[in-house]
């Protein structure tokens, strides 16, 4: 996450100098606090918030639980992720839905906070969560703001009621009004006003926030705040708290590149909870806040589980247990491949994802050089193709690909490097459909690995003569192995089929290698299904 970028890479070297010291003295712990003190003070998180972290971070450092440790550095990185989790407000907050729809939630802030492309956004993860919401144009002095809410409204998919053009025109209260009875009437259960921001904080756009807050009584008031504007977010926050009050925030601009270290303080400062994060530009880029979460993304140490939601979102269902079926008995084609592509596109921006794996920081310049539109580049070779190339990549001869890389706009090198990939793309998913384990290109062959990648010591294993005993070093499959023997029975082969990867059965007149229903469903739950 851009915002965090500095702060995250100054905390990932001070804890790379802790992890060289065996134990940890006061001074080395004092040392590390001050580098902690310094990061967040140039992050622009507030200094009273600042004071408050490292004082419990030192005191807990010095404490048993650092000299008790087996690893103090990984216990004190700890005790920093613990803290930071507070000063984001501890544990998740959702959204309060009334009873007796529909559900009011006004949205306030500073003009240019992006309150209006938020809106938007909220309404879209609303239509996710199975919710019918509306949205409110209640911005009437902001010119063209009731015409970008309808935009963002159509392309959110959501309708909006604007009875006003605004520029000046019109009374917001009563359209606030007027538009939580009309949600009643036409049966939509969340109401989202986007109200008026000014450029600075003053009294008459208060009295219009407080209006229309008394005028629609709201379950819910959201306070938008730009994650780059430094220290002036604290001040911002408070003005509000006491001029209006709200119930949670909304960080907006998470992506950009400012220090944006004030965001850390507005939840410890008001005494309210980061509800939302905005992390982009487009409207799919929103995510409910999780203070545990972003606290490992700040310490570089990962967000499986954001990446995990994300990728359940993208994925279909279906899709994936086809392809899994598929590859168990036919031939995994350029199609396949190519939907498994779309796939991945659609589950978002692919360099945010793998920013979400611990350690993504230390490839801070690998990310930075990933092109996202090699996907498109994909996709274009293979559409390219005719369909009877797609399913027998055998058929590429030198005239096809010259032909494929002029209707692709692409080069013939291009297309060699793709159907290269793919075959290895192929290899690898039919030895895991097989149960094998595959080999990753530049890690070399997999200790134990079925299929080919463990066929070195299986030949060198044929050579030896086995034991006439006993072979199992299980005591009680032993104990019958050597009892058939006695009884001159031959020894039990192994009961899987070929190609079993989970030892259980295949399914009659299944092919060899064919995984069963059984092997399939365990397949579909390890995917996550």
Partial sequence: MATFGNLSDRLAETFKQLRTKGKLSASDVDGTVREIRRALLDADVSLDVVKEFTARVRERALGDEVNRALNPAQQVVQIVNEELVGILGGQQRRLQFAKNPPTVIMLAGLQGAGKTTLAGKLAKWLVKEGHTPILVAADLQRPNAVTQLQVVGAQAGVPVFAPEPGT????????????????????????????????????????????????????????????????????????FQEGVDFTGVVLSKLDGDARGGAALSVASVTGRPIIFASTGEGLDDFEPFHPDR?????????????????????????????????????????????????????????????????????????????????IVRTEAIIQSMTPAERKNPKLLNGSRRLRIARGSGMTV????????????????????????????PGMGPIPGG???????????????????????????????????????????????????????????????GAPSEEELAALQKLLGR
Avoid: C, W
């Avoid at 291009?414 to 895991?432: C, P, S, Y």
């Fill in 168 to 239: 000046g025109v019109g009374d917001p209260v009563k359209v606030a009004r007027d538009a939580v009875a009309h949600a009643e009437r036409a049966l939509h259960d969340v109401v989202i006003i986007d109200t008026a921001g000014r450029l600075g904080v003053d009294a008459e756009m208060m009295k219009q926030a407080a209006n229309i807050r008394k005028a629609t009584n709201p379950d819910e008031v959201l306070f938008v705040i730009d994650a780059m504007i430094g220290q002036d977010a604290v001040t911002t926050a408070k003005a």
């Fill in 450 to 512: 079925a299929g080919a990648y463990g066929g070195g010591k299986r030949q060198a294993a044929k050579g030896r003569k086995k034991p006439s005993g006993s072979r199992s070093g299980n005591p009680a499959k032993r104990a019958a192995e050597n009892a058939g023997l006695a009884s001159g029975a031959a020894p039990a082969a192994s009961s899987a089929p070929a190609g079993s990867g989970f030892g259980l059965g295949a399914p009659k007149g299944a092919p060899a």
């Fill in 413 to 440: 090198t291009d297309v060699n490097q793709l159907v290269q990939r793919f075959e290895q793309a192929a290899k690898m998913m039919k030895t895991v459909a097989r149960g094998g384990m595959p080999q990753i």
């Fill in 294 to 374: 972003m606290a490992s993304r700040i310490l570089d140490l990962g967000d499986i589980l954001s990446l995990i939601e994300q990728a359940q979102q993208a994925f279909d269902e279906e899709e994936a247990l086809k392809v899994a079926e598929k590859l168990a008995t036919e031939t995994f084609t350029l199609d396949d491949f190519l939907k498994q592509m779309q796939q991945l596109r659609g589950a978002g921006s692919i360099k945010k994802m793998l920013g979400m794996l611990p350690g993504a920081g230390g490839l801070k310049q690998q990310l930075d050089n990933f092109d996202e539109r090699e």
